[in-house]
């Protein structure tokens, strides 16, 4: 499966975004999905994760709340909406399939989109 990130951009403080992340291939339904984040000069780290039918999720700690994970299988692509961004939530955002369910560790995931730069300035 090959997917492709998308969405990122210069955002203020406070403000909202969308990620996609699209995929090719007909077996998206059969995967778990994930975003991870990597900000400059730090590890990736987990954000979240959707079930195969969306219905399940989870997230980060830090993050829930704030932040959405959801898929459309129809279309082949998950979605991160990011609500009252702040400027620690600057980094590359990733998309990736979650082979371990529960796990949040970047080794759990495979097939990594390409990343999306996420900026919120103060």
């Known amino acids: 499966v090959q997917l492709q990130a998308s969405g990122g951009g210069l955002v203020q403080a406070g403000g909202s975004l969308r990620l996609s992340c699209a995929a090719s291939?007909?077996?998206?339904?059969?995967?778990?999905m994930s975003w991870f984040r990597q900000a400059p000069g730090k590890e990736r780290e987990f954000v979240a994760a959707?079930?195969?039918?969306?219905?399940?999720?989870y997230y980060a700690n830090s993050l829930k709340g704030r932040f959405t994970i959801s898929r459309d299988n129809a279309k082949n692509t998950v979605y991160l909406q990011m609500n009252s961004l702040k400027p620690e939530d600057t980094a590359v955002y990733y998309c990736?399939?979650?082979?371990?369910?529960?796990?949040?560790?970047?080794?759990?995931?495979?097939?990594w989109g390409q990343g999306t730069l996420v900026t919120v300035s103060s």
């Open positions: 990736a399939v979650l082979r371990s369910w529960g796990d949040t560790t970047p080794t759990a995931a495979d097939y």
């Open positions: 291939g007909r077996t998206f339904s059969s995967y778990a």
């Open positions: 959707i079930n195969l039918s969306g219905v399940g999720t």
